[in-house]
């Protein structure tokens, strides 16, 4: 029999690294990433040049499917998303059913996962290669859809079904901020700009949330319910959930009188728990390449729409003051892709509670991409060990006597 005392011993065979700091999961040829010298590429494409020239729907294609798409290819993947982008007429009802203020992310999480329900073939994760892509494609067709009538449901409009003619991009604007009483006149600034934001978010290697995915799939679960579970992993504000934080935080700062110095010296006391909501990484020790292109974009996408945000001047001088601080240079903490994304989403005319949201609109083609990825290469089950730290031997005592 087993000596359960001797279990305790286990803290010899067992690594424990909590919060999987130093610890690999996978072995996966989707993206790359050099934290010490803020490099980002997917598919071995810098980041850079692929936010420069490329479409949302193109990366989507390179990440799911590893190669960049052909002019065939990639007409035919977008043919192939148009014909599902509708969502089950049935599923309205959920719309119907939640508060009209309720969180976006909650409502998106539950009904990313009840897309299982409305297309149960997606319950087989045996299926084969061609169910497997039938299901993707849905998800990658449906999402723009749902995330768009969220927004709807928020502002309290009706819904705009999707115009296939569209592209994807355009597609999901149309739908978001298009009236059913008037012709929304699609702006080629805000769909680059879209473009350019979904391109940035759309993978980073075993993230909370990409990882949230990877280890739900690998019980064989469905591609709905995996990536919901993504959906509320990103949620939390020390993930996605940051860059609506972000706008909270230089709103408050604004409405405070504007003094940077006193809210730098607030993040830097440790008795206090606040932070500077999208500074710092888990694995960008030199600086976050993605939030420097968003940060340019957002100069160059405020000016073009002849906006000017008072929040961008707080963010600029927040970054300025705390860069110069010892504190954040000693722990190496540098602005986020969280940072600078929000004053965008605002300046395209998206209300706070959107953001994450938009984060996930971003980030599926990632999501996709890792799970078909861990299904491919046959991983096992994941489930981490622990360290047991309780009592080994207790007596049972009776209620009566406790
Ligand atoms: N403000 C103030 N201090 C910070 C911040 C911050 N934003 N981030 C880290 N620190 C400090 C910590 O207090 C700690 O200090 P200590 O060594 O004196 O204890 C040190 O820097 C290291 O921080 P950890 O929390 O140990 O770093 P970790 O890698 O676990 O966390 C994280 C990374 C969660 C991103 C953290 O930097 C943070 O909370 N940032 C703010 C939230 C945010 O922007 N999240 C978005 C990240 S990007 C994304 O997920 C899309």
Redesign the pocket.
Known sequence: AIDISKLRDLSGYVTLDS?Y?NTGATKSAITFLDGEQGILKYRGYPIEELAEKSSFLEIAYLLIYGTLPTQNELDNFQYQISRHTLVHEDMKKFFDGFPSHSHPMGQLCSLVCSLSAFYPESLNVHAGKEEENTTILKLLAKMPTVVSWIYKKGIGHPIIYPQNDLDYVSNFLNMTFGQRTEKYVIDPVVVSAMNKLLIL?AD?EQ???TSTVRIVGSSDCNLYASISAGISA?WG???????Q??IEMLEKIKNDGGDVDKWVAK??D?NDS??????????YKNF?PRAKIIKKACDDILEKLGINDPVLEIAKKLEEV?LSDP??AD???YP????YSGIIYRALGFPTEMFTVL?ALGRLPGWIAQWKEMRENKEPIGRPRQIYVGEVNQEFVEISKR
């Open positions: 919060g700091k978010h980073h993230n909370c949330s990103l504000p020390l993930h996605g959930g940051a860059n934080a972000v993040a830097k440790k606040f932070r500077l909501m999208g500074f710092g990484h888990r694995v976050d705390a504190y954040f722990r190496k903490l986020n892709v969280d940072f984060f």
